[in-house]
């Protein structure tokens, strides 16, 4: 009914907001757009599910996510694709598993600050009654 509208819609600009700080934070311009698939042409070989900020941000305007828990199982995805495909001693795999590590770390410590814990539960019961 219109009150559960009125949730997922404050759930949409809470997750919209998160994500936008997240693409501003240069140590996560990496996670921004997709990996390139010219310029990467054997990452679809490692990685089986892309994902990165900006596709986020399309899904949360396609109403995907009913509830945190089904938006962080796609954000994670950033991170673990990055420490899949980057797993090298070199610099390079280092510098951006340590920003895949802090983007991990940065959403959730988000999450637990700013998210209400009854919001959440009126969230998930939504996705229960669907
Ligand atoms: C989330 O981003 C990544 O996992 N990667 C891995 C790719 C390997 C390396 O860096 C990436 C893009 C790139 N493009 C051209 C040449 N080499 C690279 C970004």
Redesign the pocket.
């Known amino acids: 009914e219109e009150q559960e509208e009125d949730v997922l819609r404050e759930l949409r600009l809470f997750l919209t907001n998160l994500t936008e700080r997240l693409m501003l934070d240069r140590r996560f311009k ?2 921004t757009k997709p ?2 698939i010219e ?2 042409p054997d ?1 679809l070989m490692v990685v089986q599910n892309p994902m990165d900020l900006s596709t986020l941000l399309s899904n949360i305007d396609e109403h995907k996510y009913v509830t945190v828990n089904e938006f962080l199982s796609d954000a994670d995805l950033i991170w673990q ?2 420490l899949e ?2 797993p090298k001693r070199d610099q390079a795999d280092r510098h ?1 598993r340590h920003h895949a590590c802090t983007l991990k770390d940065t959403m959730r410590t988000i999450i637990r600050k700013e998210l209400d814990k009854d919001f959440q539960r009126i969230c998930e019961e939504i996705r229960e009654s669907r």
């Open positions: 990496a996670f990996v390139d310029e990467v990452y694709n990055a495909y980057n951006i």
